[in-house]
């Protein structure tokens, strides 16, 4: 790893870190903007750098930082009923490098539409084994409001995504 992608991983740990404590608490699971710079790390870092940096406000938050949502931190967070989420945050952003800038455009939002579901799933199913409530409880509390909102950060994502990889590109260069 060379000092630009540490560089860059840090810059989106940073990011996460000042915008995902920015919350709407709207249930168990507040809106947050975490699941927007996931996808942003995933498509511009690439699938592993993205990763990465998600891990990175991950460890952070866990180790005491007030980065989630709300201004929390700690590992009792982590291992709360919102932990999945947060650890789903980082195979969403690795799901969405998979498919950045590849298939003539769609790439970006296929690749964040499928982190999102990995996202889902993994936070769903910890809610699930936390509070023994039924799938339907959890998809219609834990999944299902955020769809709306989250189809929008997908879309916001997916036309800033290739602005920054490209300015990033010709920043290499200079």
Do not use: E, Q
């Amino acid at each position: 790893m060379n000092i630009r992608k540490m560089t860059l991983c840090a810059l989106f740990a940073a990011l996460l870190c000042v915008l995902a404590p920015l919350s709407v608490p709207i249930g168990p699971v507040p809106i947050s903007l975490a699941s927007f710079v996931a996808y942003l790390a995933g498509s511009v870092l690439g699938a592993g750098y993205g990763a990465l940096s998600v891990f990175l406000y991950v460890l952070l938050g866990a180790f005491g930082l007030p980065v989630f949502a709300g201004w929390a931190g700690g590992l009792g967070v982590v291992a709360g009923l919102t932990g999945g989420y947060i650890v789903g945050f980082i195979p969403c952003a690795a799901c969405s490098g998979l498919l950045a800038g590849r298939l003539r455009g769609w790439g970006d939002p296929c690749g964040m539409l499928l982190g999102t579901a990995v996202l889902y799933a993994v936070g769903t199913l910890w809610f699930i084994l936390l509070t023994g409530n039924t799938p339907a409880v959890a998809l219609a509390g834990c999944v299902l409001p955020f769809l709306p909102g989250d189809a929008l950060k997908i879309a916001a994502a997916s036309l800033l995504a290739p602005r920054l990889r490209a300015a990033l590109s010709r920043s290499a260069g200079n």
